[in-house]
């Protein structure tokens, strides 16, 4: 167990339709990290955020969207669903200092199926 | 840009053998290195890491790597593979001035008894 937990573990939902991912990073974790894993993208990083405040950006689609809270949860908002954002979503954790920003924690992930 | 490139998608090994994944990766400085297993409908846990100093890294699970600068290469290796070991192997590359982790596609172990 990494200590990062995501809700829903699963989750169907149609074309067109919008879901919010949950997040919540190891007790003490300030940067949270969302990966989308498809068979045809493989591991791919989507957005970081510390501390409340979006820190990196990646390969995330206008139609995604994240935030951090002042509790340090954090939530991915995937609207106008397609049949292509059927993926297994990640959420990482790390502490947010210079060096061990990389070694990250990843919750057990979000089975999206969009149909 | 980084990348990472494990050639091997598959490799199957007999229960008690030994284990060599093999990772390249472009970078143009030194990288930080990890190497991650995903066991089925489970999450990524991380074997172990690469950041400086001693270029020969254990890990958990009996995993050890070793950082070859002038190969590119960050190969996992385990000399007596157990059938709890199948699962895919995913090795990542992260720069200093990014905090995102690059990963490679994966090479999917299955161990035979």
């Known amino acids: 167990d990494s200590g990062v937990t995501q809700t829903p573990k699963h989750l169907i939902t149609a074309t067109g339709q919008r879901v919010t991912l949950r997040c919540s990073p190891r007790?003490?974790?300030?940067?949270v990290y969302w990966y989308q894993q498809s068979l045809d993208q493989g591991l791919q990083f989507l957005i970081q955020y510390y501390n409340g405040e979006e820190r990196a950006k990646g390969n995330i689609l206008e139609r995604f969207s994240a935030q951090q809270f002042p509790d340090l949860h954090s939530e991915l908002n995937l609207s106008s669903l397609e049949l292509g954002d059927s993926a297994l979503y990640f959420c990482a954790s790390s502490p947010g200092g210079v060096v061990s920003s990389y070694e990250q924690y990843f919750g057990p992930g979000t089975r999206l199926t969009v149909t | 840009a980084q990348s990472v490139t494990q050639p091997d998608i598959h490799i199957t090994v007999s229960e008690g053998a030994s284990l060599e994944l093999r990772c390249n990766y472009s970078y143009g400085a030194t990288p930080y290195l990890f190497w991650y297993v995903q066991s089925p409908g489970q999450g990524l846990q991380l074997l172990l890491k690469?950041?400086?100093?001693?270029?020969l890294v254990q890990g958990i699970k009996g995993f050890e790597a070793e950082f070859k600068r002038s190969q590119s290469s960050f190969n996992l290796r385990k000399p007596s593979v157990h059938w709890s070991d199948a699962a895919e192997y995913f090795c990542a590359v992260a720069t200093y001035n990014t905090d995102k982790l690059i990963f490679g596609t994966g090479t999917r172990l299955q161990v035979f008894p």
């Open positions: 690469y950041f400086s100093g001693d270029t």
């Open positions: 007790s003490g974790d300030l940067s």
